[in-house]
């Protein structure tokens, strides 16, 4: 990571970031699989953000159950994604696309995190990226269909994206990416992410403060 020290967001105005603490970012990946490229992609943005300085959690889904409304509501995985989502300012969501989407674990996921738990929304006003890998040619249906999510549960979804094609080209035998455009937009995507938590972290309720809302507040 030496070689980023001079082309990173090192010197980003401290004038704006009010917050002393580091961005707190949690991942998500979308597949089980023993070599997964998701995971991988989703490691080696994890290792992107600590050079950042950012705290960086990954949400291992192995035995997260299927979505089934309030039955497994005290499952232990669906409790620990639902206290990472709160805590976090800022998350990377990063699936395989299959079928021509994303894959129905990440989906899984994301259903288990609801828009609000009582008076907390695990979800509003906090920053999003979202990646994805494919095997054959490069496309965009997965990254797509998460932003769609991402609006849903009222993220700020960054403008940048990665979609790498033909993943299983892009990985060294120890796991880490190689050298290439894509891992450069990896980059720039983690990059952009942090910028965007920096910005808005401080302000977020006010971001997503909604007139109909608080017109509902005062009625009761």
């Not at 994206?161 to 891992?183: H, I, L």
Request: glycine share 6%; proline share 4%.
């Amino acid at each position: 990571m030496q070689y980023l020290k001079n082309h990173t967001f090192s010197s980003f105005p401290e004038q704006i970031v009010t917050s002393s603490h580091k961005p707190k970012i949690l991942i998500l990946y979308g597949s089980l699989r023993n070599k997964s490229y998701s995971r991988l992609l989703a490691e080696e943005a994890k290792r992107i953000l600590e050079f950042f300085g950012a705290e960086v959690k990954m949400f291992n889904p192995d035995g997260i159950p299927i979505y089934d409304g309030d039955c497994s509501v005290d499952h232990p995985k669906v409790t620990e994604l639902r206290s990472l989502s709160q805590w976090s300012e800022g998350q990377v969501w990063s699936s395989p696309e299959m079928h021509g989407n994303m894959t129905g674990l990440m989906k899984t996921m994301i259903d288990w995190i609801p828009l609000n738990i009582g008076a907390v929304r695990p979800t509003q006003g906090k920053t999003l990226a979202v990646l994805q890998v494919s095997g054959g040619s490069q496309s965009f249906n997965a990254v797509n269909n998460m932003r769609i999510l991402g609006r849903w549960m009222r993220m700020i979804t960054i403008p940048n994206q990665s979609s790498v094609a033909k993943v299983f080209n892009e990985f060294q035998e120890d796991g880490t990416m190689k050298e290439s455009g894509y891992r450069d937009r990896l980059v720039d995507v983690m990059e952009e992410l942090l910028k965007f938590t920096f910005l808005s972290r401080d302000i977020s309720y006010y971001l997503v403060d909604r007139y109909s809302e608080r017109k509902e507040k005062n009625n009761k």
